[in-house]
Structure formats: structure tokens, C-alpha cells
């Protein structure tokens, strides 16, 4: 007995252990959010091209576009244009749309339109870059003036990151006359991050800029400028200004090189404007919604991969258990009467087609009404299956009545008996004109008064949205009910209603 | 409420659960509910072994063998029809006496054999029987209770539960019928339960509807203090029926006629616990005792037979107050 009853407790334990770290996965790896109300941030970044066409020529219009990167989740991209065709490719690191047009005329406007989530971002791999840079050539002021800046960076740094942060630290001290001198009165980001990526060329530390467009709903924005230099592993992105490391969350990375993000061939007055913004989509919507999660088996192996018709069954199934569970507590804790443990639990899946108030009183009248018609026929003398049969014959009559009446007077109420609820209350009544022959009226009316309890518990339970929502999405949670209900069946403790039932017992001992 | 949990538990009060759990789940195996379950199989068995039973004067199983089966009635002037797998006593017919072609059962009403057949036909149909299954109808003797019961019991038969657990009775009670039980022994349906002290056969004090009590509602007169005859022979049959059966948590119901003395009417493998608040004592604390009496024999290798089994209950689970003969 104490090896079985280790046995189960163990059972028990792994389930709640399996249960609870597939949960834990899917919250923390996965990232699927806990809740259904949840919301992210979803970023439509669109540029504008505007350029005016020559007219008599054929126009090529190049746009830089973002690479993909690991950072985000591309849910939708998309290039509009009138009668132009287009061509994505990629050049090294960047990635760029060709728009081109036989003949265009005037002002013309092209768009490139982008989706993205900081959720659910794909793991993609990472692009290589150079790690060695030959020394560009200079002019003798100059190399001297980049010579005499390295010498103290150098002294002041260990590697090629600190080396980085240094030199832009030093080119934005703008007092310093070597620094001056290589800026030639220009004194913008642009130039400060160009004459630091001379300085780093000249050490052979291989760097790049790159133009980022922010997360910000914006209007009219124009790309910010980061350096970045590749380890070997990865890259690693500097602030041009500050020197500090890393790129922040809300950059996405546009293309790198100091090239215009637009170049028209056979037009001019090419301007671009980025303008970014924003809608709130709720978390596990957009990971349904989104072929590319979906794709990423994020979700494969989920319930939500199955038809919608079908998950709204299982939505309403995977309930079941918590419902089971709830009776099973109320039985053995508390020690409610009910008729059989699953009768409580359908006659609460039957109130969701009632709903709880009707479907109490329709549960009651017509029980009330279906037992008494039985005790009439009990004078009659009648075999116990005709019995029956008349019984539920009547109560499909009686059913249609109030269905009847509730539509006559305008309550549609009356119209949702459904065949699932009909069935429930043709058993619930058998049953409990079997308990009432076998034990008598008040346990009948005892156990059906209980069932009512627990099935409206049930309901209102098995009905929770937030509930019904982590059972459906992490069914691992119903590895931790069978875990529960393991160690239930241990359990040999007294019930709630056995105390009062020995309370003889137990005054005695007080005396 | 933890207070009252706790002193519970003190005084080794068996709850649902754990009688279901540590004893009827444990000690007695689903395929042997048959055994109980059906008393034409429990009496056969019993007869077999040589256990004292009310006379089995027929059965019957179907419809067109009713009218051959009441013939076969003709030699008897009262009788008990009785459902085979009835449960909590309905469907029980108790006939008294019969006049041309009357029947008066025990509560003085007349039936005509129209009206017994229809009686049996309900009891073939599973009108009685647990969830409605075909049932058998069986007819058995009619117990006369012996007139020690006269003062404390009113209609029907007083029957003893006795509580047997590996052949080792373990509490005994004496379940009297009131006027609301309508002549049944059943405590939920409100006859009384009197505690039996097992070395002595003594009555205790007794519980109705959960409480303590000491007269009857009836009659109000004491329960306790009154010795049943013939006690070891009652003991006897409870303890010889684990080997009947070999259900090892049984609780036995046995009558005393005043002719025949003790008979085993019927078995029950699980009986109710309000047996405790009988004899105010915790059955899981006695059937401890007892399962590890039981381990030290089988760590011996030993056995022991019935008698033996009686004695050592006798000796460890007698009562610490008898009550003054009333």
C-alpha cells in the first residue's frame, strides 16, 4: 500500500512537473503571452518616394529597404507603385527594391511599406562582415592629424569595442584641433561619424555606418546614424555621438553605407520620407494571424493549428477537466451529494447554451415537473422502461412548450434548449427518479439541489474567459489537473460535511 | 473546525475517505461484489458453508414463471418476498398471514395475488435493484424478532450490523426501526443505531440522525443496557464470513429469531460509518489495531481460526463502561 501510494505521488509529481515547465517554455522561450488581453505594439513604417520623372526616358528608382534581421518579426511587406515593376535584391549587407518604368511622366510617388512586431522576432542568422580593412589613402595634414589622434586612443583602450567608444569619444570633442582640422568646418553627426570611420579605417578596424529609422510614431523622419563593427560573431553597434555600445530596441537598421537611400535614374527631385506608426494588436492574435509564426513552429503543435471550427470544440472540451476536477473537489473536500460525478459537469456545459438563471429554472421546473408526472404514473402500474419512456417523451413535449410560450411572448430565451441540454435533463431526470425509488425523496432532492450547486460552480468556472484562454493555449496545465487529481485519490481526510456529521464524536472527547 | 478535525482524528474516527480508500478499495476486490450484492448468491454460499440463514422457499427469475412460483407459496402462511439485488430494504413484501385469497402484509394491508404480481413483476423488471438492472424475486422465511426487543423496538425486525474486517469483527451495532424508518433498519432512513459491546453482547448507548441518544423514540425506553442472547453465536457467523465471501471490509446484518436464534439476512461491502457514533468509538483506530495484529501473525507465519479472531477483538476492543442493566 505505502509502495502505491509513493507511486501515484510521484506520477502525480512528474504530471504537475511536465505541466508546469511546457507552461513555463511557452511563456519564457516561446514567449506566447499569458494573458488573451495582452497587447503589442505593431510598427508600419512607410516610405515615401517622390521624385519628378524626366519623361522621355526610362526611369530606374533604387530604394534601400531593411535586411531582415533577428530583432523583429516582418508580418507584412509591400511595394506601390502604378505601372511600375519591381525587384528586390540584395547588395552585401543591404537589401534594395528597384522600381522601374518604361515611361513615366511628372510627379510620380512610389511606396515601401513595412509591418513589423518585436514579438515572436525569428531567429535568423546573423550576417558576416569584414573583420580587416586596409588603410585608406591620405592626404600628409591629415594622416598626421589621425596619427597624433590614434596615438592617445590607442593608450586608452584594450580592445577593438573600447577602441571604438574612444575614437568617437575624441572626435566629438570638438576643441581638439586635430579634430577640427578633419572635420574642415563641418562640423554635423554625419561628418563627426564619417571622419570616425576614417580614423578606424586608418587603424585597420573595420566599421561601418548605418542608417536606422526609429520606432516612433512620426511623421517626417529622417534615418539616425550608427556605426558598427563586426567581432567575428556579431555585430556590435556604436552610437556615433556618445560612444555608447549597443543598438537600442527601437532602431531598425535601414542599410549600411554612406550611400542615399534613394537613387533615380531618369528623374530628379528624389526625396524619400519615413513616417512610422503604430496599432495595439492583441499578443496571441498576432501570433495566429501571422503566417510566419505560425510557420516558425512557434505555434505548430498547438491547439490553435487546428480549423476554427474545431478549436472552438476544443475550447469548450478542455474546460472539462477543470470542470471534473471542481466536482471531484466538492465531493471528496466538501462532501456535496451529487448525481455521479459527470452529470454536474454536463449539466454545466448545457448552461452555456442557457445560460445560468434560465438555465436553473428550466433545470428545475422541468425536473420538478418530469418527477411528479413519474410519481402519477407509479399508480398506473406501469413497467419501469414504459415508465421511463413515457417520462422523457414528456419532457421533450414540455420542451417544446416553454420553447413555444418563451417565443409567443418574445423571450428567445425560451428557444435555447438546444438537443445537448435535453439530453442532459432526460438523464439527469432517469437518474434521479432511480435515486428517489432506491433512497428515498430527501436524498433525491438532495443530490439534485447539489448538482444544481456544483453545475453552476462549474459554469461559472468552466466560463472564465482568462481561465478558458491558459487552458487552451498551454495545455499543459491539464497535466497539472491530473496531478491533482492523482494525489486526490489519496486523499483520507475527513470531508467538511463529515465534521458536523461526527460532531457527537467529537464532543464527547472535549467533556 | 481544525479543533474538531483534530479530535477526530484522536479518536481514530474512520472517514469516507479513508474508508474507501485504505479499506473498501484495498481489501475488497470489485469481482466479489457479486457475492453481496446479490443475496440468492450470498444465502446459496452461505448454506454451503454451513452458516445459519432464513429458509430459502423459492425464487423465480421471470415473468411466466411467476404463476408456478406463487403456487409453490401455497404451503406457507407468512413469508418475506424479497429483490434480490434490492438496495436500503426496498421492495421487501412481508407477509403475515393469508385467508382465502388475501395477503396481509406486516403494516396490515390486503392484498389480493393480482396485486403480488404485479409486485414481482416490477421486482423482475429492476424496479428495485441498483440502476434499474432485471432482477430476481426470492422468498424467503419470516423472521420473528426475539422478544428481547419488545420495549425498544417498534414494527419490523431489529437486525445486528457487525463490522468485520479479515475475519476480525471489529464494532458491532444494533439497528432498531422507529415509526419514520416504516419498520426498515436502515440509519439514513431513520431508524436508530445502538452500539454492542462486542465481549459481552451489552447494548450501548445509541444515535439517531447523527446525535447521541439513549431512549427510543417510540417507545422511550433505554436502549442501552440490554444483553442479546446468544452473542458468541453472533460473533461466529460475522467472523465466518470473510471466508465466505473473501471481501476482507464486510459489514454482516444478522437477525435474531426467537426460534432459530442468530441468521445472517445479508452483506454489505460498504457499510456506513455512523456505527462510531453507536458505540462512540473510531473504527479506524480498531481496524489499526487489527492490521497490525494481522502483520505480526504474517511476519510469523501464523493463522489464526475464527474463534481465535473473536477472542482477540473480544479482549482488545471490549468497552470500558457498561451501562447498569436497565
Redesign the interface.
Given at each position: 500500500?505505502r509502495g502505491v501510494k509513493l507511486h501515484a505521488l510521484l506520477l502525480a509529481l512528474v504530471m504537475i512537473g511536465a505541466g508546469v515547465a511546457s507552461t513555463v517554455y511557452q511563456v519564457a522561450v516561446l514567449n506566447i503571452p499569458l494573458s488573451e488581453s495582452e497587447t503589442d505594439p505593431v510598427w508600419v513604417i512607410d516610405a515615401r518616394v517622390s521624385y519628378r520623372a524626366s519623361g522621355n526616358s526610362p526611369v530606374k528608382v533604387q530604394l534601400f529597404v531593411p535586411p531582415p534581421s533577428e530583432r523583429f518579426l516582418v508580418l507584412n511587406e509591400s511595394f506601390i507603385s502604378q505601372n511600375y515593376g519591381f525587384n528586390v535584391s540584395r547588395a552585401g549587407t543591404n537589401r534594395q527594391v528597384v522600381w522601374s518604368s518604361r515611361r513615366a511622366q511628372g510627379e510620380q510617388t512610389l511606396y515601401y511599406r513595412k509591418t513589423l512586431s518585436q514579438r515572436f522576432a525569428e531567429k535568423a542568422v546573423a550576417e558576416t562582415g569584414p573583420q580587416f580593412r586596409p588603410r585608406p589613402p591620405l592626404a600628409e595634414p591629415e594622416r598626421i592629424a589621425a596619427e597624433s589622434l590614434l596615438a592617445p586612443i590607442r593608450q586608452h583602450s584594450a580592445d577593438v569595442e573600447t577602441f571604438i567608444s574612444e575614437a568617437v569619444r575624441r572626435v566629438n570633442n570638438l576643441s581638439d584641433d586635430n579634430v577640427r582640422l578633419l572635420l574642415a568646418g563641418n562640423e554635423s553627426v554625419s561628418n563627426r561619424t564619417r571622419v570616425v570611420e576614417m580614423l578606424l579605417s586608418v587603424a585597420h578596424i573595420p566599421a561601418e555606418q548605418v542608417q536606422t529609422i526609429r520606432l516612433l510614431p512620426s511623421q517626417n523622419q529622417s534615418p539616425e546614424v550608427w556605426l558598427r563593427t563586426y567581432n567575428g560573431e556579431r555585430w556590435i553597434y556604436f552610437n556615433p555621438v556618445t560612444g555608447d555600445r549597443g543598438l537600442p530596441e527601437d532602431r531598425v537598421v535601414w542599410w549600411s553605407g554612406v550611400a542615399p537611400v534613394v537613387d533615380v535614374e531618369g528623374g530628379q527631385n528624389a526625396r524619400v520620407t519615413f513616417s512610422v506608426t503604430s496599432t495595439e494588436v492583441s499578443a496571441i492574435q498576432l501570433a495566429q494571424t501571422s503566417e510566419p509564426v505560425r510557420r516558425s513552429t512557434l505555434l505548430s503543435f498547438s491547439l490553435y493549428d487546428l480549423p476554427v471550427a474545431t478549436q472552438e470544440v476544443y475550447r469548450t472540451m478542455i474546460m472539462i477537466p477543470i470542470g471534473v476536477l471542481l466536482i471531484l473537489m466538492l465531493r471528496?473536500l466538501v462532501?456535496m451529494h451529487t448525481l455521479g460525478t459527470f452529470t454536474p459537469v454536463l449539466v454545466a456545459l448545457a448552461f452555456r447554451e442557457t445560460e445560468v438563471i434560465w438555465g436553473i429554472i428550466m433545470f428545475t421546473v422541468i425536473t420538478a415537473i418530469g418527477l411528479s408526472l413519474r410519481s402519477y404514473l407509479e399508480h398506473l402500474?406501469l413497467?419501469?422502461?414504459s415508465r421511463l419512456s413515457v417520462v422523457l417523451t414528456f419532457v421533450v413535449i414540455l420542451m417544446a412548450v416553454i420553447s413555444l410560450l418563451g417565443h409567443k411572448l418574445g423571450v428567445e430565451r425560451g428557444l435555447a434548449v438546444a438537443l445537448f441540454p435535453m439530453v442532459i435533463l432526460t438523464m439527469v431526470i432517469e437518474r434521479l427518479s432511480?435515486m428517489w425509488?432506491?433512497?428515498?425523496a430527501s436524498?433525491a432532492l438532495k443530490a439534485a439541489v447539489g448538482t444544481l450547486v456544483a453545475a453552476t460552480f462549474g459554469h461559472l468556472l468552466m466560463t472564465q474567459p482568462h481561465l478558458s484562454y491558459l487552458c487552451f493555449t498551454f495545455p499543459g496545465i491539464l497535466l497539472v489537473f491530473v496531478g491533482i487529481m492523482l494525489m486526490m485519490?489519496?486523499?483520507?481526510?475527513?470531508?467538511l460535511t463529515?465534521?458536523?456529521?461526527?460532531?457527537?464524536?467529537?464532543k464527547?472527547?472535549?467533556r | 473546525?481544525l479543533g474538531?478535525?483534530l479530535?477526530?482524528r484522536?479518536?481514530g474516527?474512520m472517514?469516507?475517505?479513508?474508508r474507501n480508500?485504505?479499506y473498501v478499495l484495498?481489501y475488497n476486490r470489485r469481482h466479489l461484489y457479486p457475492l453481496v450484492d446479490d443475496k440468492l448468491l450470498t444465502k446459496e454460499r452461505a448454506i454451503r458453508a454451513g452458516i445459519q440463514v432464513p429458509d430459502l422457499y423459492a425464487s423465480v427469475e421471470s415473468e411466466h414463471g411467476i404463476n408456478a412460483f406463487l403456487r409453490s407459496l401455497d404451503q406457507y402462511h407468512d413469508f418475506v418476498i424479497k429483490p434480490s439485488q434490492g438496495?436500503?430494504g426496498?421492495g421487501i413484501l412481508v407477509i403475515t398471514d393469508r385467508f382465502d385469497h388475501f395477503y396481509r402484509t406486516a403494516g396490515g394491508r390486503l392484498l389480493t395475488e393480482d396485486d403480488i404480481k404485479?409486485h414481482l413483476?416490477?421486482t423482475l423488471?429492476?424496479?428495485?435493484s441498483?440502476?434499474?438492472h432485471r432482477d430476481r424475486a426470492m422468498v424467503e422465511y419470516r423472521v420473528t424478532p426475539d422478544s428481547v426487543f419488545g420495549a425498544i423496538s417498534y414494527e419490523g425486525v431489529p437486525d445486528i450490523r457487525i463490522i468485520v474486517l479479515c475475519g476480525y469483527p471489529v464494532m458491532a451495532m444494533l439497528r432498531l426501526p422507529t415509526r419514520q424508518s416504516q419498520g426498515k433498519a436502515n440509519l439514513?432512513?431513520g431508524a436508530i443505531g445502538v452500539g454492542v459491546d462486542l465481549a459481552t453482547g451489552i447494548t450501548l448507548e445509541g444515535?439517531w440522525h447523527?446525535?447521541?441518544i439513549q431512549r427510543h423514540p417510540d417507545t422511550a425506553n433505554r436502549v442501552a443496557g440490554v444483553q442479546l442472547p446468544d452473542w458468541n453465536g453472533f460473533m461466529e457467523i460475522a467472523a465466518g464470513c470473510y471466508e465466505l465471501t473473501g471481501l476482507g471490509y464486510l459489514g454482516v446484518d444478522l437477525v435474531l429469531d426467537k426460534d432459530k436464534g442468530p441468521l445472517m439476512l445479508e452483506l454489505n461491502a460498504r457499510p456506513g460509518?455512523?456505527i462510531?457514533?453507536a458505540n462512540?468509538a473510531?473504527l479506524g483506530s480498531r481496524c489499526a489495531v487489527v492490521e497490525r495484529h494481522m502483520e505480526a501473525l504474517a511476519a510469523a507465519g501464523e493463522t489464526e481460526t475464527p474463534s481465535k479472531r473473536i477472542s482477540y477483538c473480544q479482549q482488545h476492543f471490549a468497552s470500558d463502561i457498561l451501562p447498569v442493566s436497565a
Open positions: 500500500m471528496n462532501g402500474r413497467q419501469l422502461l432511480i425509488e432506491e433512497r428515498g436524498d485519490g489519496h486523499y483520507r481526510g475527513y470531508r463529515e465534521l458536523v456529521r461526527f460532531r457527537a464524536l467529537a464527547k472527547q472535549e | 473546525m474538531r478535525w479530535a477526530l484522536r479518536r474516527v472517514g469516507i475517505n479513508e480508500g485504505d484495498r438496495a436500503g426496498d404485479h413483476s416490477n423488471s429492476g424496479m428495485y441498483l440502476g434499474g439514513h432512513q444515535t447523527n446525535q447521541v460509518l455512523n462510531q457514533i462512540d473510531g
